[in-house]
Nanobody, 124 residues
Framework: QVQLVESGGGLVQAGGSLRLSCAASGRTFSSSAMGWFRQAPGKEREFVAAINRSGGSTYFADSVKGRFTISRDSAKNAVYLQMNSLKPKDTAVYYC?????????????????WGQGTQVTVSS
């Protein structure tokens, strides 16, 4: 089991930046691929970004490609989502997720543990 706690959300103007952090506890973090998802009101949870177990491979949703980056720090048991050039449509609750596998996934059902989420609001 991996317990996940997100932080770093908040209110930002369009064009601004935020960095989300996800602190993981549990010995399986180093064995897990990690992902970020988001859910806007009235919409389904959607994939945003993922990083594999080693940190050598990342993948992004088309909607955030070129604006967001994902990274992990195994020494700190943490994964980060750097969000630049934010748009109002990025407004959502952002969730960190762990997948007990080496490779990243893009589907909600591929992940085994979830954080409680952090709100990101982008004003126009």
């Amino acid at each position: 089991q991996v317990q996940l706690v997100e932080s770093g959300g908040g209110l930002v103007q369009a064009g601004g930046s935020l960095r989300l952090s996800c602190a993981a506890s549990g010995r399986t973090f180093s064995s897990s691929a990690m992902g970020w998802f988001r859910q806007a009101p009235g919409k389904e949870r959607e994939f945003v970004a993922a990083i594999n177990r080693s940190g050598g491979s990342t993948y992004f949703a088309d909607s955030v490609k070129g604006r967001f980056t994902i990274s992990r720090d195994s020494a700190k048991n943490a994964v980060y989502l750097q969000m630049n050039s934010l748009k109002p449509k990025d407004t959502a609750v952002y969730y960190c997720a762990a997948r007990f596998a080496a490779a990243w996934g893009t589907a909600v059902g591929e992940y085994d543990n979830w954080g409680q989420g952090t709100q990101v609001t982008v004003s126009s």
